[in-house]
C-alpha cells in the first residue's frame, strides 16, 4: 500500500512540476515595456538617487578646494565602478543565476546541490552559512537606505534657502533645518504605508516619476560638460589609477564613498523576480547607467569650473533658484522610490529564507497574479518603517549616516561572488580556470570596497552590522532547531501501515460507542478528525499524542497534506489526489499555486465529491499539532539558542488562518519538546 501510495505520489508531483516547467520562471508576463517602467520605478530608485550623496562624500574629506587631478580620479573610479560592477558583475553574470526568474543571494543558494548546502550530518555548511551572513547583512543595509537618502533629498532644500532661515507659519514660527527630520519621518511612514499594494501598483506610479529623474540628471549634467568638457577624460580609467598613486594607502579609504555609487547593485538582483532579467537590464542600459554617467561628469566639470560647489554639487547644478525648488521636489520623491528597491528586496529574501527553511514562518501576501515574486511581507515592512524611523531620529543628518552605509552591502557583494563562484563549479560545471578567472574579477573590487568601508565602523558602521548579526543568529538557529525537530518527528514517528493495522474497526452503522476493546487495539471515537500531515510517509505527531494519551482515536481519520507548487494557480484537475487506506483511515493530497490560499474545508468538501473519502467534512474536526519547546542545558542547542528558538515558533502566524480551517472546530494538541 505504501509503494502504490508513493508511486501515485510521484505521478501527481512529476505532472505538476512539467507544467511549472512550462512556466519556466516566477518572472512576469506582462508587457516589457510596462515591466520595463515599472523596474525604472523600483529596482533603480536605489543607485539612481546615489549622484545626490556620492560625489559630495568623496570630495568631502579632502584638505581645501580638491585639485582637477582628484576630480578626475574620482569620476573615473565612480564611472568604472559603475560599469564593471553593475553592468559586467551583476547584469551580465550574477543575473544568470537565477531560481526560475527569482534572484537574490538566497536564489544562488538554492540552486547548489544538498552536498554543498548540507554537511554529511544534515547540519548547515559553510557556504549556507555564508549566504545566511550575506542576506543579513543586506536586511542592514536596507534600514540605512530609506533613511539616507530621503534626508538627503530634504536637505536638499537648504541650497535654494539657507538652513537657519526661520519660517513662520501661522501661529508659530521654526528654524528650518529642524523640519528636515520631521518631514523625512513623515515621508517613510508614507512609503511603508503603501507597501501592502504591491510592487506594481508602487512601479506603474512611480516608473514615470523616474523616468523624468533620469532625464533631468542626465541633462543637467550634459549641460555642464558642454561648459567643461575637459571632464571627459574621466572615461579614462588611468586617472583612477593617479588617484591612488597620489594619495598612496590612504587613498584605500576613498573607496569607502565611491562605493555609494553602486549600493543599489544587490538590490538589483535581489528584486529580479519582481519584473524580470530582460526589462532590468534594458532599462539600465537604455536610459539608467547613461543618464548616471552624465549626472557624475556633469557634477565633475561643474566641480573643476566653481570649487564652491563642493558644497552640494549635485543640487548646484541647478541651473536656476526657481529650478533648485523643482529639482528637490523632483529628488524628495525620487528617495522616496530609492527606498523601494531595497524594501521590496527584502520581501524578496524573506520569502525564499522561509521557503529554504531559514525563517519562520510569516505573512506572505502575493499582489500579482503575473509573477511569484511581487509579494509584501507586514512584520518585514513594519520591522523596516521602525528601524529607519529611529537611524533618522538619531543621526539626524545624511551625512552622517553616509558614515553607517557601505558595509552591510559590501560584505554581501563579496558573498555573492563567492556563492557564484560555487553556482559555477557544481550547477554549470564550469572548467576552474573560467571560474577562477571570473570570481577573482569581481573580488578584486568587492574586497577593496569592503576593506575600506571596514574604516568607518566606529563612525557609525556598526548599525548595519549589529542588524545583520540580530537577523544571522535568528535564521541560524531557526534552520538547527527545525532540523533538531524533525528529526525528533522521524525517530518517534509510526509509519501508516502499522497505526492502521493497530486500530479497531470502525464500528457498523448505528452501533453505538464501544469504548477501549480487550484486544489492545485502539478504540474508534464517533466523529471525523483531520490531521495535517507535512511527512506523507508517517502519521502526524498530533494523532500520535492523541492515541498514547487516550487511547481513542476518530472513527474516520483524514491525512491531510498541502503542497506548495511555483505556478500562479493548479488546474482543478491536479488540485487533489487520495487514497484509502482502509479501517476508515484516508489519506488527501491538496495542491496549491503561489497565488491561492489552501481552502482545507473546501479540499475536503471536493475529496468528498470524488469519492476520495467517505465521511462529510461537516462532521469534521480539525487536530493541529503545537509544539512546546522547553530551554534547558541539556539540549543540544544551549539554553540561550532554544529560547531564541522557542520565542520564533511562538510568535509564527498560527496555521488555522493560513489554511481556512474553521476555529471553531480546532483541536490543539501540545506537545512539550526538549531539543
Not at 543637467?220 to 575637459?230: A, F
Not at 528637490?328 to 525564499?352: C, D, E, M, N, P
Not at 469534521?620 to 539554553?639: N, V
Amino acid at each position: 500500500m505504501a509503494n502504490e501510495n508513493g508511486k501515485a505520489e510521484e505521478e501527481a508531483k512529476a505532472k505538476v512540476e512539467a507544467k511549472v516547467e512550462a512556466k519556466h520562471s516566477h518572472g512576469p508576463t506582462g508587457r516589457t515595456g510596462g515591466l520595463i517602467l515599472s523596474a525604472i520605478g523600483v529596482v533603480f530608485g536605489d543607485i539612481g538617487t546615489s549622484p545626490l550623496y556620492t560625489l559630495k562624500e568623496c570630495l568631502s574629506g579632502h584638505a581645501g578646494p580638491p585639485v582637477e587631478a582628484d576630480v578626475l580620479g574620482v569620476i573615473s573610479l565612480i564611472v568604472w565602478s559603475l560599469t564593471l560592477v553593475v553592468t559586467v558583475k551583476y547584469l551580465i553574470f550574477i543575473m544568470r543565476a537565477n531560481n526560475r526568474g527569482e534572484g537574490g543571494i538566497f536564489a544562488l543558494l538554492a540552486l547548489l546541490p544538498e552536498s554543498v548546502r548540507k554537511t554529511k550530518a544534515g547540519g548547515t555548511a559553510l557556504m549556507a552559512i555564508l549566504v545566511l551572513a550575506g542576506a543579513a547583512l543586506l536586511y542592514g543595509d536596507g534600514m540605512i537606505t530609506p533613511a539616507i537618502s530621503v534626508l538627503s533629498a530634504v536637505e536638499g532644500v537648504g541650497v535654494a534657502v539657507p538652513a537657519d532661515t526661520i519660517v513662520d507659519v501661522g501661529l508659530f514660527s521654526f528654524v528650518l533645518k529642524s523640519a528636515f527630520v520631521p518631514v523625512t519621518c513623515v515621508i517613510l511612514f508614507g512609503l511603508f504605508f503603501i507597501q501592502k499594494y504591491g510592487t506594481e501598483l508602487v512601479g506603474k506610479l512611480f516608473g514615470p516619476v523616474m523616468v523624468a529623474w533620469f532625464f533631468a540628471i542626465g541633462g543637467l549634467g550634459l549641460l555642464h560638460i558642454s561648459k567643461n568638457p575637459h571632464i571627459m577624460h574621466a572615461l579614462n580609467p588611468v586617472h583612477g589609477a593617479y588617484y591612488f598613486q597620489a594619495h598612496g594607502l590612504t587613498g584605500i579609504a576613498i573607496l569607502g564613498s565611491v562605493v555609494l555609487a553602486v549600493t543599489g547593485g544587490e538590490a538589483l538582483y535581489a528584486d529580479m523576480g519582481h519584473f524580470g532579467a530582460r526589462p532590468i537590464r534594458i532599462a539600465w542600459m537604455v536610459l539608467v547607467f547613461p543618464a548616471l554617467a552624465l549626472c557624475y561628469l556633469g557634477q565633475g566639470a561643474l566641480v573643476l569650473s566653481d570649487p564652491k560647489a563642493l558644497d552640494n554639487p549635485f543640487f548646484a547644478m541647478s541651473p536656476s533658484a526657481g529650478f533648485t525648488y523643482f529639482f528637490v521636489l523632483l529628488a524628495t520623491l525620487a528617495t522616496i522610490i530609492a527606498s523601494q528597491a531595497l524594501i521590496s528586496g527584502a520581501f524578496s529574501l524573506t520569502h525564499q529564507a522561509v521557503q529554504l527553511g531559514f525563517f519562520p514562518r510569516v505573512t506572505i501576501k502575493h499582489t500579482a497574479s503575473e509573477a511569484e515574486g511581487q509579494i509584501y511581507v507586514p512584520q518585514i515592512n513594519w520591522l523596516l518603517a521602525v528601524v529607519c524611523l529611529a537611524l533618522v531620529i538619531t543621526f539626524k543628518e545624511s551625512g552622517k549616516l553616509a558614515a553607517a552605509y557601505g558595509i552591510a552591502v559590501t560584505g554581501t557583494m563579496g558573498i555573492t561572488s563567492i556563492a557564484f563562484y560555487s553556482v559555477t563549479k557544481n550547477v554549470w560545471k564550469w572548467p576552474l580556470w573560467k571560474s577562477a578567472a571570473v570570481t577573482g574579477l569581481f573580488l578584486a573590487f568587492d574586497i577593496p570596497f569592503f576593506g575600506s568601508n571596514i574604516l568607518k565602523f566606529m563612525d557609525g558602521g556598526y548599525v548595519p552590522i549589529a542588524v545583520g548579526a540580530a537577523f544571522f543568529t535568528a535564521m541560524l538557529i531557526w534552520k538547527r532547531g527545525r532540523r533538531l525537530l524533525n528529526e525528533l518527528i522521524v525517530r518517534n514517528m509510526t509509519k501508516t501501515d502499522a497505526f492502521v493495522e493497530s486500530l479497531d474497526e470502525p464500528r457498523a452503522t448505528g452501533a453505538p460507542f464501544r469504548g477501549v476493546v480487550s484486544d489492545g487495539k485502539l478504540a474508534r471515537a464517533p466523529g471525523v478528525g483531520v490531521f495535517m500531515a507535512s511527512n506523507p510517509d508517517g502519521v502526524p505527531p498530533a494523532l500520535s499524542q492523541l492515541a498514547a494519551r487516550m487511547h481513542v482515536v476518530p472513527e474516520h481519520i483524514v491525512f491531510l497534506t498541502i503542497v506548495a507548487e511555483h505556478v500562479p494557480e493548479v488546474a482543478s484537475e491536479d488540485r487533489l489526489t487520495g487514497e484509502k487506506l482502509g479501517k476508515g483511515v484516508y489519506r488527501v493530497v491538496g495542491r496549491y499555486g503561489f497565488m491561492e490560499r489552501p481552502d482545507v474545508p473546501e479540499l475536503l468538501r471536493a475529496a468528498e465529491k470524488r469519492g476520495l473519502i467517505d465521511v462529510k467534512e461537516d462532521d469534521a474536526t480539525y487536530y493541529l499539532g503545537r509544539e512546546t519547546f522547553l530551554a534547558g542545558p541539556k539540549g543540544e542547542m544551549g539554553t540561550v539558542a532554544e529560547s531564541i528558538f522557542a520565542y520564533l515558533a511562538r510568535n509564527a502566524p498560527p496555521a488555522t488562518g493560513y489554511f481556512h480551517v474553521p476555529p471553531g472546530r480546532v483541536i490543539e494538541v501540545g506537545t512539550q519538546v526538549d531539543l
